[in-house]
């Protein structure tokens, strides 16, 4: 990482822990943070958060692991998940599992290598009466359909970022 | 984003729940404890523990600091009854949780929201605000002096195990969510190891309607043992997907009538960790007297492979498994690699025999309830449908979807 990316990266995390407060219940809201600015939580980042949260890098290691959704492995701007419980199953999820990894040129569990786009199951996401479902960063597709992804996946690419919107919003409370 | 619930009308929509709040707030402590106590209503989540018992135990904890958490974290297959909830009656929700605050003493609210659902955290922090500026909450809410009770949202991660109390308390504390052990439970040390009572959603909607309407009109609805209605998340193979209330009590054959699943072979009720019902049996009652439950139906039709949804059960319960205990971390693993061996058609009766013990295992050896209940599916799916399972043509691994 550069060294101006790094300046760059303190800073907004030096930023969320005046926000949020020093202590340990501020790492999951930053590494949230971190994770959807970044498209992942690098070593760098997890030693700049774990220097102002005064803990051991491993302990932001091993919390960034647990979580599905704050898998420290670089990921794309939108993060494609398709629910695989078998409510979505029993909805049609293969063929939309297949029609997504047609559109978008990926596997499951990869990322594309323009880092647009990355693909990825997902647990039950609460939608089982109208699946198949599938989540794009945080918003909700539901009824998903081979015709639709091609309609979402097109979406997608004519938006600028993945996270303009929740730029907007302000991510963190 | 369209996401549209249908189902029938719900009991929710009728009530006021600031009506509640007011009404609670003009009792005393012991008195709201006593009234929910007296309601008999149980945990919604699927446990199923009395409420009134929870608030009582935390209640009487001493401590300045005590919180109360809205388990928000609906992780459980096929349950998506709280996210109806929390779109359409966060109002409702609030005021049960300063119901809950006034009864044990408690300032601080949190509710512990999926990170599924992070779309709603707007919604929810709009109706906070609202509530705020009405004097609901904040300082003196309702306008009883030195009653200040606020509450934030937090974002889960992904995690469904988070879901479990303890590991939803670990997960707020900024760790690695896996349970703790027990005692201490959180009634006496929970969030920040503080007395802590951490509720379903549908929990404390329902305890800000038996304050607005009273607890006999609550009990006029379910059975003896398991008082009040209950919301219930319809999936599968059903013309009308969706939330339904009923009464607690209601036959599942009943059930699956109203919404449009009558031909079903199978319900698994309960969600990926409750327990699947043949056609045979749906003249049983859910109940927590016979089928507890938090909900979930998931309806499968006549056509449905039962392994299937074995495996599919079972992948998400290797994924999800926090991995502390050996049980659950590897039992799990055995029970899927079971079911693609009895796809492929090379699993003994005498291994299937195996599998039982150490399912039983896995319930007396796990921590937590998802170790415990992990395993019951499968055993039940192999109970019930065990013949045709056995008798099935083999399948070739390479012929499997790979999911």
Not at chain 1, 21 to 48: E, F, T
Request: charge should be negative.
């Amino acid at each position: 990482m550069l060294v101006t990316q790094q300046e760059q990266l303190r800073a907004d995390v030096t930023a969320l822990v005046d926000k949020l407060g020093p202590g340990r219940s501020s790492l999951i809201p930053i590494l949230q943070s971190v994770k959807s600015h970044y498209h992942g939580v690098d070593a760098d980042a997890m030693q700049i958060v774990a220097d102002l949260l005064d803990i051991h890098p491993v302990e932001v290691y091993s919390v960034a692991t647990f979580y599905a959704f704050l898998d420290p492995a670089p990921q794309g701007e939108f993060v494609v998940r398709l629910c695989r419980t078998i409510s979505c199953e029993l909805a049609g999820k293969d063929a939309v599992a297949r029609a997504l990894e047609g559109e978008l040129g990926i596997g499951f569990g990869e990322t594309s290598a323009d880092g647009r786009f990355s693909l990825d199951w997902a647990a039950c996401m609460g939608m089982c009466d109208q699946g198949p479902a599938l989540l794009v960063n945080d918003k909700v597709y539901t009824r998903v359909t081979p015709d639709t992804v091609r309609e979402i996946a097109a979406e997608c690419r004519a938006a600028k970022s993945g996270h303009t919107a929740e730029r907007k919003e302000g991510y963190l409370v | 984003m369209s996401i549209e619930t249908q189902g029938n009308a719900l009991t929710f929509a009728t009530i006021d729940g600031d009506a509640g709040l007011r009404a609670a707030l003009a009792l005393s402590r012991a008195d709201i404890i006593d009234t929910v106590t007296d309601s008999g209503m149980k945990g919604r989540g699927g446990a199923g523990f009395p409420t009134g018992m929870k608030w009582n135990f935390c209640g009487s904890e001493k401590g300045e600091r005590k919180y109360i958490i809205c388990n928000a974290d609906e992780g459980e297959p096929g349950t998506f009854k709280d996210r109806v909830i929390l779109t359409e009656f966060a109002d409702l929700v609030f005021a049960g949780m300063a119901i809950a605050g006034r009864a044990i003493g408690a300032r601080e609210g949190i509710v512990y929201l999926r990170g599924e659902y992070t779309y709603l955290r707007s919604h929810l922090n709009d109706v906070i605000k609202k509530r705020r500026a009405a004097g609901l909450l904040g300082k003196d809410v309702g306008g009883v002096k030195g009653f200040d009770f606020d509450i934030i949202v937090a974002l889960g991660a992904g995690a469904y195990i988070c879901g479990e109390e303890t590991a939803l308390i670990e997960s707020l504390e900024g760790f690695r969510g896996e349970p703790r052990n027990r005692p201490p439970f959180p009634v006496v040390a929970g969030y920040r190891y503080a007395p802590t009572v951490v509720n379903n959603v549908e929990t404390l909607a329902s305890a800000a309607c038996i304050f607005a309407k009273g607890v006999d009109w609550f009990k006029s609805f379910g059975t003896d043992r398991s008082t009040g209605f209950k919301l219930f998340s319809i999936s599968g193979d059903c013309a009308k997907p969706g939330v339904y209330e009923f009464p607690f009590g209601i036959k599942v054959a009943d059930l699956l009538k109203e919404v449009g699943g009558e031909d079903a072979k199978a319900v698994q009720i309960g969600g990926a960790s409750g327990t699947c019902v043949p056609r045979d049996q749906f003249a049983r009652q859910m109940a927590f007297e016979d089928i507890p439950t938090g909900g979930s139906v998931m309806v499968f039709g006549p056509q449905r492979d039962m392994l299937d949804v074995a495996e599919n059960f079972l992948e998400f319960f290797v994924d999800e498994s926090c991995g502390q205990c050996t049980p659950c971390r590897l039992g799990n693993v055995k029970m899927l690699e079971a079911a693609h061996q009895l796809k492929e058609g090379t699993c003994s009766a005498e291994y299937v025999a195996q599998l039982r013990s150490l399912s039983g295992t896995m319930q007396v050896a796990s921590k937590c309830g998802l170790g415990q209940t992990s395993s019951n599916a499968f055993m039940s799916i192999l109970e019930h449908f065990g013949d045709e399972i056995m008798s099935r043509p083999a399948q070739a691994e390479s012929a499997r979807t790979t999911a």
